[in-house]
């Protein structure tokens, strides 16, 4: 499949009372605004930047300002960080919060500028939980060792979120990425608070400047025309169109110069695209303007910059399931088939007993060796009696499932989202599903025209690990998808390395070790490149837990690296470097003790020498 990339960039404003903002232009922190925290670990720069100055110490400093709280938000402010970011070295920037963590009721939203993906998200954490990301940020955009970006977060109507970034060397914002909570509870007041995250090397690369806080009390209505945000060559006669909020084209039309009037689709899966489908190919190489005509948001704001220039070019690049749709209705891609045959696709993971606010999920993976349609499916459940339930047919989802990958089901995917961290989030679709029980039930995937079986599964909570005692969150994992759906040794528990679940991408259990080393662990290797410690595994079978210390010379026990943990068959296990009291190791010769142990009453033990550093 061929593609182009062209990026457009929006143009954003906010039309709000001001409420609060700080160009740091005097000497001054507190000289503008009643700034409290860890006020010594910062200074003013005669450029006019925050600075963060802590004397080589490693730690946490936080500064942190009043704030009053509005359903219609945005928080703006420019972030510069003099080394490449990890999730040791970061800014979180606390837009909803008290400012104190002692209540384990409230939830804190947070910005994190920084992480080992070298990104922005929008995090959202309650009480002393784990967070959950909201909104994953484009990988690699802070991969420098000097970025300086500025940073927009948007709230709409109290429930709409809208992350935006912009590079020093870009012109407008990009959209980093959006999501709609249903249950955000606004308080009245709280603190906006930036806090630094930092090793000794790292305790003064941190710089902040131009903080701007908007609202307005009042329900603000849509008055922001829509933006092109990218456009997308399927092949040399389909564009597709991104836009940076849903879309009406019900009254529009598209013109190419020299070609005329073109063809607009929508894509039923993604209401902010449009399909354009050209009367004849474009030339590679090729300049063309494209112009549309009466193409509006939802609220009826119209497309402003309605034409635009572009040169088409196509890059060869090999098929991949980030790709599995164009989205073209009623119309068979080349070497796509919508006869699915028993097998061709089979259950690959199944979450029956979410986390609370999330969503169930079924995982299906194409084994057949060919990419199949997804709109001849059916899912039902089977009923005691031996008929099916109600059918729920997905034929409204035009999705190829591409050779080999997979296409994730649930009700809601943002709730999957928020407790699972993907690399392919768009292999996630949210559609109609029946309910699936906790404990136990039979699970029916259909080909809805043909009526045939396709895979069945009869799973139960009694599937899972021997040592979980609570399955809330915890997905079931196919292991080897060439063996038998039924048979229960070919499931197993998700490991907690991949936080228990694996949508949309290859299981922590996946396969069988034959003929192959034994269980074992290596010694930790320390990644530069991730500021941490990897420690790599792998084991016979599925099923293992690990406990894993670190002594000194002495004989004393100076970290846990993990405390009966869940893992998988093969991976690498990460550690910060901190000892048990929550600091780094002095430099010298340690013992890794590792204890791995399966419900079956196999251990494997082992200690071995270390040098850390």
């Known amino acids: 499949m061929k593609h182009i990339f062209l990026f457009l960039l929006c143009f954003l404003s906010f039309l709000t009372k001001s409420q609060t903002s700080d160009t740091f232009s005097s000497s001054y922190i507190t000289a503008t605004n009643a700034w409290t925290g860890d006020t010594a670990s910062f200074y003013v720069t005669t450029d006019g930047w925050l600075q963060l100055d802590d004397l080589y110490e ?48 409230e939830t804190h939203y947070y910005v994190q500028v920084g992480h080992n993906d070298d990104n922005i998200s929008l995090y959202s954490v309650k009480g002393t939980a784990t967070a959950k990301r909201l909104i994953k940020g484009r990988l690699g955009l802070l991969d ?11 709230l709409e109507n109290g429930t709409h979120w809208k992350l935006y970034s912009r590079l020093s060397d870009e012109t407008s914002y990009r959209l980093e990425g959006d999501t709609i909570l249903k249950q955000v509870v606004i308080p009245p007041s709280g603190t906006f608070k930036i806090n630094c995250r930092y090793s000794k090397t790292r305790s003064y690369h941190f710089a902040f400047d131009n903080l701007l806080i908007t609202g307005d009390s009042i329900d603000m209505a849509d008055t922001m025309p829509p933006c ?5 060559a399927i092949s040399d006669s389909i564009l597709r169109f991104t836009f940076d909020e849903p879309i009406e084209s019900s009254a529009a039309s598209c013109s190419i110069d020299e070609m005329g009037p073109v063809s607009i689709k929508t894509v039923s899966a993604n209401a902010n695209q449009l399909l354009v489908i050209t009367p004849d190919t474009m030339i590679d190489g090729k300049d063309y303007t494209l112009c549309w005509e009466n193409l509006t948001d939802l609220s009826g704001n119209v497309l ?79 009923k005691i009696d031996g008929s099916l339930a109600t059918i729920y047919p997905l034929s409204g989802l035009e999705v190829t499932i591409v050779k080999d990958s997979y296409l994730v089901l649930t009700k809601d995917k943002e709730g999957v989202l928020m407790h699972y961290d993907t690399p392919t989030p768009e292999l996630i679709r949210s559609v109609k599903l029946p309910t699936l029980a906790n404990t136990s039930s039979t699970v029916v995937l259909l080909n809805h025209h043909t009526k ?14 021997a040592f979980v005692s609570d399955s809330k969150g915890f997905a079931l994992e196919r292991i080897d998808p060439e063996s038998t759906t039924q048979d229960q040794r ?76 869940l893992i998988g068959q093969k991976g690498s296990l990460f550690w910060d470097g901190k000892g048990n009291g929550g600091k780094k190791l002095s430099a010298g010769l340690y013992i890794l003790y590792a204890e791995i142990y399966h419900p079956s009453g196999v251990i494997y033990r082992s200690k071995k020498a270390f040098s850390y550093f």
């Not at 970006?149 to 948007?154: H, N, T």
């Not at 092109?228 to 997308?232: K, L, V």
């Not at 045939?452 to 690990?465: F, R, T």
């Open 228 to 232: 092109i945000t990218a456009i997308e």
């Open 144 to 154: 420098k060792e000097d970025v300086e970006v500025k940073v927009k977060l948007r």
């Open 452 to 465: 045939e079986v396709i895979d069945e599964i009869s799973y139960s909570h009694k599937w899972h690990n």
């Open 304 to 382: 402003v910059d309605n034409c635009l220039q572009f040169t088409f070019s196509l890059e060869e690049i090999p098929p991949t399931p980030d790709n599995p749709d164009i989205g073209i209705p009623d119309e068979e891609d080349p070497g796509v088939t919508f006869s699915v045959k028993p097998f061709d696709i089979v259950f690959n993971e199944i979450l029956p007993d979410p986390h609370t606010g999330g969503s169930e999920y079924i995982e299906l993976y194409n084994r057949s060796g060919g990419d199949l349609r997804a709109d001849s499916l059916s899912i039902a459940i089977r």
């Open 490 to 565: 070919n499931w197993a528990t998700a490991a907690a390395e991949a936080g228990h679940g694996t949508p949309g991408f290859q299981n922590t259990q996946y396969g069988v070790i034959k003929d192959g080393p034994q269980t074992s662990i290596e010694i930790p290797v320390f990644s530069p490149e991730n500021n941490c410690w990897n420690l790599a595994y792998h084991t016979d079978q599925s099923g293992y837990s690990c406990r894993i210390m670190v002594f000194d010379p002495a004989g004393r026990q100076v970290a846990i690296l993990k405390n009966h943990e």
């Open 58 to 105: 490693q730690g946490n400093a936080s500064l942190q300002l009043p704030v009053n709280y509005n359903k219609n938000m945005e928080w703006e402010l420019d972030v510069q960080l003099y080394f490449n970011s990890s999730n040791a070295n970061n800014v979180r920037l606390y837009v909803l919060s008290s400012g104190e963590n002692i209540d384990p009721d």
